[in-house]
């Protein structure tokens, strides 16, 4: 399939994942890298237009694609399009942002950690967004790519002025990205950001995190090896779970029911059926 080709069916979503091109992507990587990085950086200059306009999808699987090829000329694009204010990158990519945006920062920075903090830190961002910088971290050591007290080290920052305290949902990530790298050198900073009420005990609560400290560093840092944290490598399988790639359930045919003769007439004239419309 010839490049042109393949960014066209990537373009919109029709309900069918575009297998055919994204196989073809995946198999001239070199190729469709820079046409992928366009697809980006159109994204992130346009933003508002492509709300404003039909459905374009081009830039969800230019995401992911240039997570699973590990691109870093993707990382300084992805990042400034995550920090477009508001919910415009949610709006325009839908439940990435919680599903799958650590990951594929983690895939693209090349190990430079930078630019993800500064998201993670950015009050103009979304607070999903957000989150999912500071879980980017957690892939990164979850991938052997970052040591977990270089990544604590950091977390600690951010509870000794890093953030404003201030109660907001980015509390509520830090508090959940230190428990899962088990929590036992930031403890006390994050009880007390309990006792400030920086945190929404409905997402994480004290006793889940004392919990998880209980249970011991070996087996809760076991976990980083669940799906929640794998490395993105294959584009479609990512994707063809996805609600809006699935056929519609068919509706089931309507069924009518003979009316008795002796039965209230369904007309509602309070006779009988057969001395109504029955007759």
């Given at each position: 399939m010839e490049l042109e080709e393949i960014v066209q069916q990537l373009q919109h979503c029709e309900g069918v994942l575009p297998r055919q091109a994204l196989r073809a992507a995946m198999t001239q990587q070199d190729a469709i890298t820079p046409e992928l990085l366009k697809i980006l950086v159109y994204a992130r200059d346009h933003a508002q237009d492509l709300l404003d306009g039909p459905d374009y999808t081009a830039h969800i699987y230019a995401l992911y694609l240039l997570a699973q090829f590990r691109e870093p000329r993707a990382y300084p694009v992805t990042v400034d399009?995550?920090?477009?204010?508001?919910?415009?990158?949610?709006?325009?990519?839908?439940?990435?942002v919680t599903e799958d945006l650590d990951r594929i920062l983690a895939s693209v920075c090349g190990g430079d950690t930078c630019l993800i903090t500064r998201l993670a830190e950015n009050p103009y961002a979304n607070e999903y967004v957000r989150n999912a910088a500071l879980r980017a971290l957690v892939c990164l050591v979850a991938w052997?790519?970052?040591?977990?007290?270089?990544?604590?080290?950091?977390?600690?920052?951010?509870?000794?002025?890093?953030?404003?305290?201030?109660?907001?949902?980015?509390?509520?990530?830090?508090?959940?990205?230190?428990?899962?790298?088990?929590?036992?050198?930031?403890?006390?900073?994050?009880?007390?950001?309990?006792?400030?009420?920086?945190?929404?005990?409905?997402?994480?609560?004290?006793?889940?995190?004392e919990d998880e400290l209980a249970r011991g560093k070996?087996?809760?840092?076991?976990?980083?090896?669940?799906?929640?944290?794998?490395?993105?490598?294959?584009?479609?399988?990512?994707?063809?779970?996805?609600?809006?790639?699935?056929?519609?359930?068919?509706?089931?045919?309507?069924t009518t029911r003979k009316v008795?003769?002796?039965?209230?007439?369904?007309?509602?004239?309070?006779?009988?059926?057969?001395?109504?419309?029955g007759r």
């Open positions: 399009f995550f920090s477009l204010p508001g919910d415009v990158s949610p709006d325009l990519t839908g439940d990435v052997g790519e970052k040591a977990r007290e270089e990544v604590l080290a950091y977390y600690t920052s951010l509870f000794h002025g890093g953030l404003s305290r201030a109660p907001h949902h980015v509390w509520d990530g830090l508090v959940s990205c230190c428990t899962d790298l088990y929590p036992a050198e930031v403890f006390e900073e994050i009880q007390h950001a309990f006792r400030d009420g920086l945190v929404d005990d409905s997402f994480i609560d004290l006793a889940y995190i070996a087996m809760v840092l076991a976990k980083l090896h669940s799906h929640r944290y794998q490395r993105l490598q294959d584009t479609i399988a990512e994707l063809e779970g996805w609600a809006s790639f699935q056929p519609a359930a068919p509706t089931p045919p309507a008795g003769r002796n039965e209230p007439c369904p007309c509602g004239s309070g006779k009988k059926y057969k001395k109504c419309c």
